[in-house]
């Protein structure tokens, strides 16, 4: 499969717990971002990710939130202490260069529940 | 900065009618535009994208969307719907990489 792939698909967790989004990007696709979809939010912005640096962290909600990519590859979204807020569908997507022009490519999103 | 606006949040119409979906935008920046589609349970898909040149795009699926710079919107159509168009549908702007998304347009086709 040449898409963008996510796992896992369907993660449930208890409150204050950790939990780790894994993504993977097309290959060959230098630019990485993340996104959340929530019944209260719409679909919002959270990181993006250009080689393994990650230029604009604005979307992050809060301190909880972090994410790293390694080896312009693979990255990982980690929310600490989970919160009820945090239920969403978490969603990737990448592109093959950096620029406004680039089509961005999602993955099939890992649907989050914080009991 | 990018904004977007879909008017309406759910549109039901019959099969092999056409349709339009609304989406107006704001931008302090160069404007591209993008239509995705999402099916239940999966991610978005791209239908179409308007960076620049004809203001008439043709998509993915039959489907076509025009950009109007003065009444600032880029609303999509298709002439004649199918129920496997049943899907969410979302406008959005992109500026600095980041994409901004409209609420999203229910499109419920109906035998």
């Known amino acids: 499969g040449a898409g963008v792939s996510q796992s896992p698909s369907n993660k449930v967790t208890e409150k204050g717990k950790d939990v780790e989004l894994r993504c993977d990007p097309i290959?060959?696709?230098?630019?990485l971002y993340w996104y959340r979809q929530s019944l209260g939010q719409g679909l919002e912005f959270l990181i993006y990710?250009?080689?393994?640096?990650?230029?604009?962290k604005s979307g992050l909600p809060s301190d909880r939130f972090s994410a790293e990519r390694t080896g312009g590859s693979v990255s990982t979204l980690t929310i600490q202490r989970t919160q009820q807020e945090d239920s969403a569908v978490y969603l990737c997507?990448?592109?093959?260069?950096?620029?406004?022009?680039?089509?961005?490519?999602f993955g099939p999103g890992t649907r989050l529940l914080v009991l | 900065a990018q904004s977007v606006t879909q008017l309406d949040s759910q549109v039901p119409v019959f099969e092999e009618a056409p349709v339009e979906l609304r989406c107006n935008y704001s931008?302090?920046?160069?404007?591209?535009l993008f239509w995705y589609v999402q099916y239940p349970n999966q991610g978005l898909q791209l239908l179409l994208k308007?960076?620049?040149?004809?203001?008439l795009v043709k998509g993915i699926n039959g489907f076509e969307a025009e950009f109007n710079k003065s009444q600032t919107s880029f609303h999509l159509r298709k002439p004649s719907v199918h129920i496997s168009d049943t899907a969410e549908y979302f406008c959005?702007?992109?500026?600095?990489?980041?994409?901004?998304f409209g609420t999203g347009t229910r499109l419920l086709v109906s035998p």
């Open positions: 308007y960076l620049s040149g004809s203001t």
């Open positions: 959005a702007v992109v500026g600095f990489q980041k994409l901004v």
């Open positions: 290959s060959g696709h230098t630019a």
């Open positions: 997507a990448s592109s093959l260069g950096h620029g406004d022009q680039e089509t961005q490519y």
């Open positions: 931008s302090s920046v160069s404007v591209y």
């Open positions: 990710f250009q080689g393994n640096s990650a230029p604009d």
